[in-house]
């Protein structure tokens, strides 16, 4: 106890701005350096451990180490005396409740934040302290003055004088000599540059220099969960952590999530110290508070504890409007695990009895983490009995507890293990014990194991065996390159299996594919397999093939073909399995409409379609969406709307480069600086993009109910669908165009403000929001009114060029559409360019 005491009244030492060797503090061995401390901070000599007294009339030198030893350690005894009479802290309401439920000591996530912004005991503070800190450092030409500020102006050549004024109650300076200057509300630049002309209308080669030497102070009230609430003073340089600090710091049960600044000219800014303390970001915390703003500290929000064997045990609040979080989420608040390999995750959560309930987590992470829960990560402390070794194309390599993988579901299930372009209808299981005393290996089909069509339990020292797509189909003639030889010999001898034996394992499970498909060649499938995904083995269809003539032969290589399939649609009703084989026939090319569909699909690329072909049937061809597919925000474009879109752009340009012909006829000087514009926009439209996007509704799911939002296809149709998007893109005329992080809260105007602003050249009135299906709604003024429904993920916010500048050019076209539809297109393409990236 005693050690933590001292540790905090050295703490208060070091937040008046000195620093102690801890020899010094704990040995007394550096006593050079307790000198320089005395000698350089003298306003801390008596803070808190006192000055070390020189006796009267003797030299500093002839004081001597142990003079300095004695001192010193009454003084840190007095020290410690004084801190042990005070009384101990309470502990906090939630900590004392996590703590008991989890049965060691956890504290609230940021508590050291807490106390560096509570006050210092009064026996602890300086007159220092108390007063307004000085200038430290150059001020910015940035900064804005105001009422109070006080200006140290030196006048050098003519006139040389030096003077310190102060901006009065109208907001001027008086400087001897010249007429008043108005300050206030200038930045320093701007009043510097004011000063400079005034002198040099009065004085010849007379040069001003100006600095500040005092800030003005302002009045910010600080609410809600503080020491102190109320109306504070500050310099004009503070930040919010400031005002907390000066409040006395947020309360026990205060919120370090949810704080809300309102600056006196309206908005608001949210507050997030976990956003400083998790990961160096000062979002909201950096602003500079102005006169009139208002600070409030809400109430600590949903909280849930994380411990166990991790790296950041403690209790986490909840951001502001968030209910829960998932396994990720939770791994990241908690810094991860203390060791690689794998960890048991139990929820305690409390019912509506006040009982406690203890839930395993699995590794999908299924289960989300809210108000009151007790998330416990264990490392297993025995070892397993039994190892499975995963070898091959497989994301995550290595072994794996028997215990953890009793099962090829189980194993397959494990995140990591499966890699998107793993192939899924042949893979092998090499047994250890067969009867010639070598490996034994088993073919198994990953897709039908994860379909939960078929299963098989694993034994000790099983190696799984995985094979990447591309190594399919198995050449027509055993035939095979001297350096592929090698390359595959080099993979699968490290799974003890030569190119040889993986030959003789697939041949007897092999199914062929041949004719107008992409790919012809034959394929391993270790399970019965549906047409639709056999033809997706193969690439699909060739353009030109008859996909109303499809032969199937259904198994054996004896067994008659059946009937030929009429449609596509009619292969998932139809099982393959080893032997058998399809065959696509040539067909007449006039009738095929290529089309495209990438992004997040299983088997994104160019597809036939013929008439009648819809959105769902391209869909499930490509073999539906992945589980990260963002449906709402698809990026459906036709060749027709692309040439509709393009067409008022060129002839837009085709009328600026006329009116600028005219403009150069008709005036004697004409508008330099118009006619560059203008040239510079046509250039544009002539080169500007052009997309084509239609709305369409693209989620399966709805298709499947409502089949007649499903669109007819046309040739050159092509769909894009991104993945599950967690920003809001602010595109056009702002400062810096990004990508923002989406946060509930977040307002247009936030998203704005976030990429700098609007530049001179954006028309603040035209801005529109592009909701991810495509549509799009005006930001009128009830629009940036705080409303969450107003952005959602994927959303883009634009801010199109100001047609104003090109009033004077005479257009039959409408410009502010045109510049709004380029700013459009350019966000649309971005979204596209970066989920290729």
Request: with cysteine; charged share 25%.
């Amino acid at each position: 106890m005693i050690g933590r005491r001292a540790g905090r009244g050295l703490l208060r030492v070091a937040s008046c701005g000195a620093v102690l060797s801890l020899a010094a503090l704990l040995g007394h061995a550096n006593l050079a350096g307790a000198q320089s401390f005395e000698r350089d901070v003298p306003s801390i000599q008596t803070e808190p451990l006192g000055a070390l007294e020189n006796p009267v009339g003797q030299p500093s030198d002839a004081f001597t180490r142990t003079d300095r030893d004695q001192q010193f350690d009454r003084r840190l005894q007095a020290n410690e005396q004084r801190l042990s009479t005070r009384e101990e802290e309470p502990p906090h309401p939630l900590a004392e409740l996590f703590s008991e439920r989890a049965g060691t000591e956890l504290r609230l996530f940021g508590a050291a934040l807490r106390q560096s912004l509570a006050p210092k005991d009064e026996s602890t503070t300086t007159r220092a302290d108390r007063q307004p800190p000085p200038v430290l450092g150059r001020i910015s030409d940035d900064y804005r003055l105001g009422v109070g500020d006080r200006l140290v102006i030196r006048l050098r050549g003519q006139q040389n004088a030096t003077e310190t004024v102060t901006i009065d109650p109208t907001g001027e300076v008086a400087v001897d000599q010249l007429p008043p200057i108005a300050a206030a509300g200038l930045t320093l630049g701007t009043f510097r540059a004011l000063l400079a002309q005034s002198l040099e209308d009065r004085f010849l080669d007379t040069q001003a220099f100006v600095t500040v030497s005092g800030i003005r102070q302002i009045a910010v009230t600080v609410t809600g969960s503080v020491a102190k609430p109320g109306l504070i003073q500050l310099s004009a340089q503070s930040t919010a952590l400031d005002a907390i600090a000066k409040a006395g710091g947020i309360d026990a049960l205060g919120s370090l999530r949810g704080i809300r600044l309102f600056p006196a000219d309206g908005g608001r800014v949210s507050v997030d110290l976990y956003d400083l303390l998790l990961g160096g970001a000062a979002t909201g915390a950096s602003q500079l508070l102005s006169d009139g703003d208002r600070l409030h500290v809400p109430p600590i929000g949903a909280t849930l504890a994380l411990t166990g064997d991790i790296k950041r045990p403690g209790i986490f609040e909840l951001a502001p409007g968030q209910t829960s979080i998932d396994l990720t989420e939770a791994i990241i608040m908690s810094g991860g695990p203390l060791s690689p390999g794998a960890h048991d995750v139990v929820v305690s959560r409390l019912g509506a009895d006040g009982l406690e309930q203890h839930m395993p987590v699995s590794r999908t992470g299924q289960i989300r983490f809210g108000d009151g829960d007790l998330v416990i990560w264990t490392t297993p402390k025995a070892v397993a009995q039994g190892r499975v070794r995963i070898s091959g194309y497989a994301g995550r390599q290595g072994t794996v507890a028997l215990d953890k993988a009793v099962s090829l579901s189980r194993l397959l299930a494990e995140p990591g293990v499966m890699r998107p372009d793993t192939y899924g209808w042949f893979a092998l299981i090499g047994r250890h014990g067969a009867p010639s005393g070598g490996i034994r290996y088993i073919a198994f089909a990953p897709q039908a194991i994860i379909d939960g069509q078929s299963d098989r339990r694993l034994q000790d020292r099983d190696q799984i065996i995985l094979f990447e797509a591309d190594r399919f189909p198995m050449p027509a003639v055993d035939t095979v390159s001297v350096d592929e030889a090698q390359s595959e010999d080099e993979v699968l001898d490290r799974a003890g299996l030569t190119t040889d034996g993986l030959r003789e394992l697939t041949t007897p499970l092999l199914v062929d594919l041949g004719g107008a498909v992409q790919r012809p060649g034959r394929y391993p499938v270790a399970a019965e397999i549906g047409g639709s995904d056999l033809l997706a083995l193969a690439g699909g269809p060739r353009p030109g093939a008859d996909i109303d003539r499809i032969a199937l032969r259904l198994n054996e290589r004896g067994s008659q073909p059946i009937d030929p399939i009429t449609n596509l649609a009619a292969l998932d009703s139809v099982q393959v399995s080893a032997g058998g084989s399809l065959r696509l026939q040539a067909g007449e090319p006039t009738t095929l409409r290529q089309v495209s569909i990438t992004g997040a699909v299983r088997h994104p690329g160019d597809y036939t379609v013929t008439p009648g072909d819809r959105l769902s049937d391209l869909i499930a061809r490509a073999g539906g969406l992945t589980n990260q597919a963002f449906a709402a925000g698809a990026v459906f474009t036709r060749a027709a709307a692309r040439r509709e879109e393009r067409q008022p752009n060129q002839r837009a340009a085709r009328e600026l480069d006329q009116a600028v012909a005219r403009l150069l006829i008709r005036e004697e000087e004409p508008d330099r600086d118009l006619v560059s514009m203008s040239q510079r926009l046509a250039e544009e439209l002539r080169s500007a993009g052009a997309l084509g996007r239609i709305t369409v509704t693209a989620d399966p799911d709805t298709l499947a109910t409502r089949p007649d939002l499903d669109p007819l296809l046309r040739d050159g149709d092509a769909i894009f669908y991104p993945e599950r998007d967690l920003t809001v893109r602010v595109a056009g005329e702002v400062l810096s165009p990004a990508a923002l992080q989406f946060t509930s809260e977040k307002t247009p105007t936030d998203y704005l403000r976030e990429a700098g602003g609007f530049t001179r050249l954006a028309d603040k009135s035209r801005a529109f929001i592009v909701y991810p299906d495509g549509s799009a709604r005006p930001l009128s003024i009830s629009a940036w009114q705080y409303d969450p429904a107003n952005v959602v993920p994927g959303s883009t916010i634009v801010a199109p060029r100001d047609p104003k500048p090109f009033d004077a050019v005479e257009l039959t076209a409408n410009i502010g559409n045109i510049l709004s539809q380029i700013a459009v297109t350019a966000a649309s393409i971005a979204v596209i360019a970066d989920d290729d990236d």
